[in-house]
């Protein structure tokens, strides 16, 4: 989740002329100053004066903790990475994976060596809240990189984590290539492509809607906060336990759109080793298949070569379509029209119940809410008042075989976090297909390169689609 909000950012950045963050952790710009300052505004919280450096020591529940620690934990973390063994505490090595690496930079309970490998990510937030006051002498709040509900309103967050992701980028990197061609899908007795995919604005008033065009815009909402000023009601039955107050405050949203995809299925040979169905064609009137669609988009920077630009996509959507061919009466082929609301992204996180849905009993799915996904609003981003040219890319795959429960709901936010209490859904790795480098094969196109780009893996998988899109900043505030 965290290199999606990186290539969130860097999205947001490019539409207004800034390059990609730059990463900010020991051995990278670690014993310079910080340029960036940073004042939440916020109540217990600290502001932090530009140009400040990182102490050599802090003292944190009254413990103290070495800068030049975070350097050797971090050099112990390259070095399993390079050798892809980690050394657990009885000295034996044990494979890198990124599950196991992720738990050892967060030293959460499945850590492989949390005294060896230190606590890594964490101590960066809390060393970055207390540059201003590092041993608690002058008794100072803490930063807002010391509370997860405040840390990514910090800009160093995001320089923090492109530093932490880096050590993820490593790992990335030791690990076999996708080939292209290990993405085509495999149905069983059916072929399918992608024929066609579109973006449909819902109509908005005075605005002239183009085809595969996203539009955002600044709205001012008005938020209902209440303030219970330390009262309880007299008793259950008082309706008026909390005092109102009303916050005006601009907001970037985007117009509501639709996906439109046509896919094409096509009766092939039968296939004895094909794992599902397990029947013959002749032996059943319909085939179901659950397909999983993966919708990623990236913004046009000038740089082609998809291994250099794979970590700018981002995550629109990953939802499951069921679709039902009946064999016997529609012959060879058939095209599926699929149509897919913004709104349903199974990025974005759940609406949060306030105290007005709570009273009125209006809970909705309330009780598996985690707080995980990408806020609705800001599914799409910023883009500029011209045009930002960007590519929508769609890989569809079989979710018979890529889901661990294929009738498990995959709703929510579940792209990003999964479910609670659960495994997460999907058996490939999150940010799949972009989650590491791709193999290319030494074809050479008319021009006498190497094929590389996006539009060179689509040619090779019939399953998959690339499409240009434009996305307009309207930039207008509207009353809402």
């Not at 609705?376 to 569809?396: Q, S």
Request: proline share 8%.
């Amino acid at each position: 989740m965290h290199e999606q909000m990186l290539a969130r950012y860097d999205f947001e950045r490019f539409a207004v002329g800034l390059p990609p963050v730059k990463p900010y952790g020991p051995g990278v710009f670690w014993d310079k100053s910080l340029p960036e300052g940073y004042n939440i505004n916020l109540h217990r919280f600290s502001a932090r004066p530009g140009h400040m450096s990182i102490p050599d020591r802090i003292l944190f529940l009254g413990q103290p903790y070495v800068m030049k620690d975070m350097e050797l934990h971090k050099e112990r973390l390259l070095d399993a990475i390079a050798r892809m063994k980690f050394l657990d505490p009885s000295g034996e090595r044990v494979p890198v994976t990124m599950d196991g690496l992720g738990c050892t930079v967060e030293s959460d309970g499945n850590s492989v060596n949390p005294g060896y490998y230190g606590n890594l990510h964490n101590m960066g937030h809390v060393v970055i809240a207390m540059m201003n006051d590092p041993d608690g002498r002058y008794v100072i709040h803490k930063g807002p990189m010391y509370q997860q509900y405040t840390a990514a309103r910090d800009p160093v967050f995001f320089r923090w984590h492109k530093f932490i992701d880096s050590l993820f980028e490593e790992c990335r990197l030791q690990m076999k290539p996708r080939d292209p061609i290990d993405l085509n899908i495999q149905l069983a007795y059916t072929s399918l492509k992608v024929k066609n995919v579109s973006i449909m604005t819902d109509p908005v008033s005075d605005l002239n809607i183009e085809k595969d065009c996203l539009y955002t815009k600044m709205t001012k909402q008005t938020f209902t906060v209440y303030w219970a000023n330390g009262t309880t009601p007299a008793d259950e039955h008082d309706d008026k336990p909390y005092e109102k107050r009303y916050i005006n405050y601009p907001t970037l949203e985007h117009c509501p759109f639709d996906y439109q995809f046509t896919i094409e299925l096509k009766r092939v040979i039968y296939d004895s080793s094909a794992s599902i169905p397990s029947e013959k064609p002749e032996e059943f009137d319909i085939i179901t298949y659950k397909l999983m669609f993966r919708v990623f988009m990236a913004p046009e920077t000038g740089v082609t070569d998809l291994n250099q630009r794979r970590r700018h996509f981002i995550e629109l959507d990953s939802f499951v379509q069921e679709v039902k061919w009946d064999l016997p009466n529609l012959g060879g082929t058939q095209k599926f029209e699929i149509t897919r609301k913004s709104k349903d992204s199974t990025v974005a996180m759940q609406p949060i119940p306030d105290i007005k849905n709570i009273n009125d009993g209006n809970l909705g799915n309330s009780k598996s809410f985690c707080g995980c996904g990408w806020p609705l609003n800001l599914l799409i981003p910023r883009g500029t008042p011209t045009g930002m040219k960007a590519d929508l890319f769609v890989l569809v795959t079989d979710w018979e075989k890529d889901a661990y429960d294929k009738d498990a709901e995959f709703t929510g936010g579940a792209a990003y976090c999964g479910k609670s209490g659960k495994p997460y859904p999907d058996k490939k790795p999150m940010g799949y297909p972009f989650d590491r480098n791709f193999k290319f094969h030494k074809t050479k196109s008319k021009r006498g390169k190497d094929l590389s780009t996006l539009q060179d893996v689509v040619g090779a998988i019939p399953n998959s689609a690339v499409i240009p899109v434009t996305i307009k900043f309207l930039g207008q505030e509207v009353e809402k």
